[in-house]
């Protein structure tokens, strides 16, 4: 984690939609996707290698990648179905890339001397050596190509993949997605680890950070994109060449690194997200890394894995994700944030407890096993209303609770009322995907908004009130899901130029007028 992962990311369009219609349901990835974690160890007493071990299968963490190729965590990862990305560090590269003969011993040491009884899947060779010394990319290549002849020569290369992690800083102007390039100084090394990834079917690793992308982009790219939370569909970013919504940024970056590959003419290789995450503690000049936003970015970030729905550009892959990190590692140096990324404490005590639940099992401390559905903040009172209307009449949600005299009735406003009846149809679907929409009007949560007396439907809040028996009538049916009549186009665009942190862009605003 170095500030070189700085992205680029300003050319943001948003869309005021009042309502759009709900996208074709994805496809579904043969390849399960899945939720790794790194391990980076600068952290001071750091739990033994055979108590990690036995931490990960408790926390049920099924993936991680080193940044070394530690013998203790390797040996202690064996008779295990963990699987493990190994790392060459970038202090290794120079020997590595001058000798096929030290390629071949590595390998014997570092993967053969394991595999099979500890798994490793895969090698990811250097760390960001394009963006952080880009004088030792022909090393980086002809290193990648001698680990790769010596797992050949020792037949573990249909096993065992091998890339190398990039910064996001590679791509330049990332949004809209669709005009996203590699830094052309980059491209002859790019389009030679582009073509041994599809040769040799490994993936391009990225490490892609929405928190330096809204860091660097106050006031531009809101923070609730960032976080995966479910917006309004007027805070959807649009890309205007392909029509494209995205609703978070990291989809818009894993977009930009596919539009980039296919300006060079790659579109079989997959990408795979070696870094992401937040960091939960900063100093003064970072008020956003908080445990909550934190909590939210990590725990969206595994259920948005786990939706398998892939990116706008390609809903049938879904990007596997290292999360950054298991630890908070307190020995590196400032800023704060850089010893604050950790879902755990070196004595592996949680940081924060991940809102999870109804995503498989991964990570045993996830407290909160409800989720409820309620009104989206901001949205006005006109769709809420229209959304009521449905959920109460052809939705068949249980509204007797916000009627007259009845528990839920007061506030008596449409967003209270709207939130029960959401929140009553979603969990007599199961809390089915999808049940939670209502064209953007609802969203989820993992807070109880039961107050009072008023017991939401899945709350485990026990009400202590007597019930009376009100007479009432069922005021709230009839309407419908509202269609989308028509819409003016085109859009307005300004364009100007920007100067963000030394870096000149062209910012270009779209703004869609969707008119009922
Ligand atoms: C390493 O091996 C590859 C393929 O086996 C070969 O093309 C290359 O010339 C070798 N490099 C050196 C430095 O011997
Ligand atoms: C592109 O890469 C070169 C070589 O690493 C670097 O000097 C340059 O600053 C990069 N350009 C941008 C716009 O990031
Ligand atoms: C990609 O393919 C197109 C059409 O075949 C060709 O015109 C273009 O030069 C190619 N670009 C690269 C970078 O190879
Ligand atoms: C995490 O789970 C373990 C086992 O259930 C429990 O002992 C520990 O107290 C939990 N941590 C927190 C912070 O809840
Ligand atoms: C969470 O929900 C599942 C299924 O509904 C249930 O089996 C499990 O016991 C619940 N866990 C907790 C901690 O409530
Ligand atoms: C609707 O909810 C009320 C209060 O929770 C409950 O008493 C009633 O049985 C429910 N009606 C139906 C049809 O489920
Ligand atoms: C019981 O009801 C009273 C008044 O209706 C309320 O103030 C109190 O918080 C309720 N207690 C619980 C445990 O819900
Ligand atoms: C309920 O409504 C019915 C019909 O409107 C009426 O006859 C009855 O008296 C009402 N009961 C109460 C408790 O208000």
Same mark, same amino acid.
């Given at each position: 984690m170095e500030n070189s992962k700085l992205t680029p990311f300003f050319l943001l369009l948003f869309t005021f939609i009042t309502l759009l219609s709900t996208g074709v349901e994805a496809q579904q990835n043969k390849d399960e996707p899945f939720v790794g974690v790194n391990i980076g160890t600068d952290v001071s007493n750091l739990i033994s290698a055979s108590k990690l071990v036995s931490f990960l299968q408790y926390q049920k963490i099924t993936h991680v990648r080193l940044y070394d190729s530690d013998a203790e965590i390797l040996k202690a990862l064996a008779k295990t179905k963990i699987r493990v990305i190994v790392s060459v560090?970038?202090?290794q590269l120079i020997a590595i890339g001058s000798s096929n003969a030290t390629a071949a011993t590595w390998v014997g040491r570092n993967v053969a001397a394991y595999y099979p009884e500890t798994l490793i899947s895969g090698i990811s060779v250097g760390d960001e050596v394009l963006t952080t010394i880009p004088s030792s990319a022909s090393l980086l290549m002809n290193a990648i190509e001698s680990i790769y002849s010596a797992l050949v020569a020792a037949n573990l290369h249909t096993q065992i993949k091998i890339s190398t992690p990039n910064s996001a800083s590679i791509i330049l102007d990332s949004f809209p997605p669709s005009q996203a390039f590699f830094n052309q100084s980059l491209t002859p090394v790019i389009t030679q680890l582009l073509q041994f990834c599809s040769r040799t079917q490994s993936p391009l690793m990225m490490n892609l950070y929405p928190y330096y992308v809204f860091m660097q982009n106050k006031g531009v790219v809101p923070l609730d994109n960032s976080l995966f939370k479910p917006l309004t569909p007027s805070k959807e970013m649009v890309d205007p060449n392909t029509l494209l919504h995205y609703t978070n940024v990291l =989809?818009?970056?894993i977009d930009s690194v596919?539009?980039?590959?296919?300006n060079l003419n790659?579109? =079989?290789v997959v990408v795979l997200v070696s870094e992401t995450g937040w960091p939960s503690r900063g100093d003064s000049k970072e008020p956003y890394a908080t445990i909550d936003n934190a909590d939210m970015y990590n725990s969206n970030l595994i259920k948005h894995v786990f939706d398998r729905s892939g990116t706008p550009l390609h809903p049938e892959i879904t990007s596997s994700v290292y999360i950054y990190e298991l630890f908070n590692e307190d020995l590196r140096s400032p800023p704060v944030s850089e010893g604050n990324w950790g879902l755990f404490y070196g004595n592996s005590t949680p940081v924060y407890l991940l809102h999870v639940s109804g995503s498989g099992t991964f990570l045993a401390n996830d407290t909160t096993n409800q989720t409820y559905c309620v009104a989206t903040d901001g949205i006005d009172v006109k769709t809420l209303q229209t959304a009521l209307d449905w959920a109460c009449g052809p939705g068949r949600a249980n509204c007797s609770e916000i009627q007259p005299g009845e528990s839920c009735y007061q506030p008596?406003?449409?967003?209270?009322?709207?939130?029960y009846a959401f929140d009553s149809y979603y969990q007599k679907e199961g809390k089915s995907s999808g049940s939670c929409d209502f064209?953007?009007?609802a969203m989820i949560t993992t807070t109880d908004p039961s107050h009072g007396n008023c017991i939401f439907p899945g709350s485990k809040i026990i009400s202590n009130r007597t019930r009376q028996v009100v007479?009432?009538?069922h005021e709230a049916s009839g309407g419908g899901r509202v269609s989308l009549i028509g819409f003016h186009f085109p859009p307005v665009c300004f364009v100007g130029n920007v100067l963000y942190l030394g870096y000149g862009v062209v910012s270009c605003l779209f703004y869609y007028l969707f008119l009922l």
């Open positions: 560090p970038n202090n =989809d818009a970056m596919y539009f980039s590959m296919k790659v579109t =079989d008596n406003n449409v967003r209270n009322h709207a939130s064209k953007g009007a007479n009432s009538t």
